[in-house]
């Protein structure tokens, strides 16, 4: 990946959440009156997909950002979320193979429910962002179709302790494994988009 890659959807992802929040914050704390952020993360970053390095790493620290804000902002009543939405729009469309594509087409004009509309996430938003979220702050949300669902950040599962000494690498070697029995997580690279519940593309 050359480094404009890298830096150019950095900036408009990372960059482009961090100053319209820092403005709003501003003007919500300048005037002494709550308010509500929603940030867009993705499951590109909460789960990290392949070949998507730079906007995955984006999305992850927006959702970083987005809790931290919160911590921050809690003393104001400024409350902040994030969501992961999942839809097809005319961006990502053409990921759809044509019969899947000619099938949708043929529910809509049915009037069917189509689960991956981008209308269907817009609820999620007004909801976060009215009164009735205020005790809302810090969270992170997928949402698509008929589905929200609340994810949960890293959070210590497995502990191995060395008694009061600093570990040796060697002794290390021996122990990790204890690490992986106790939390049922595999030591191998793992592609964590395949534990969604809800894919475009099964």
């Known amino acids: 990946m050359p480094e404009d890659d890298w830096d150019a959807v950095i900036a408009v992802h990372l960059r482009g959440h961090f100053l319209p929040t820092r403005a709003a914050v501003r003007y919500w704390r300048e005037a002494r009156r709550p308010g509500h952020l929603v940030h867009t993360s993705s499951t590109a970053g909460l789960l ?17 950002f987005s809790t931290i804000v919160a911590t921050e902002g809690a003393r104001s009543g400024i409350t902040s979320n994030a969501i992961a939405p999942a839809a097809l729009t005319r961006l990502t469309q053409d990921l759809l193979p044509d019969e899947l594509r000619q099938a949708r087409e043929v529910a809509q004009a049915r009037g069917e429910f189509d689960f991956f509309a981008p209308e269907n996430v817009a609820p999620l938003v007004v909801f976060l962002c009215s009164d ?18 609340i994810f949960q950040p890293f959070s210590s599962v497995a502990e191995i302790r060395n008694d009061g000494r600093r570990w040796d690498p060697a002794d290390l070697s021996d122990r990790i494994e204890e690490l ?12 964590m988009m395949l534990r969604m519940r809800h894919q475009i593309l099964n």
């Open 48 to 64: 990290g997909n392949f070949g998507q390095a730079n906007y995955g790493a984006a999305k992850a620290g927006i959702a970083a």
């Open 132 to 149: 009735a979220a205020a005790h809302i702050s810090g969270k992170v949300f997928g949402v698509q179709g008929d589905s929200v669902e």
């Open 180 to 191: 992986f029995t106790a939390s049922g997580i595999g030591p191998g690279a793992e592609n």
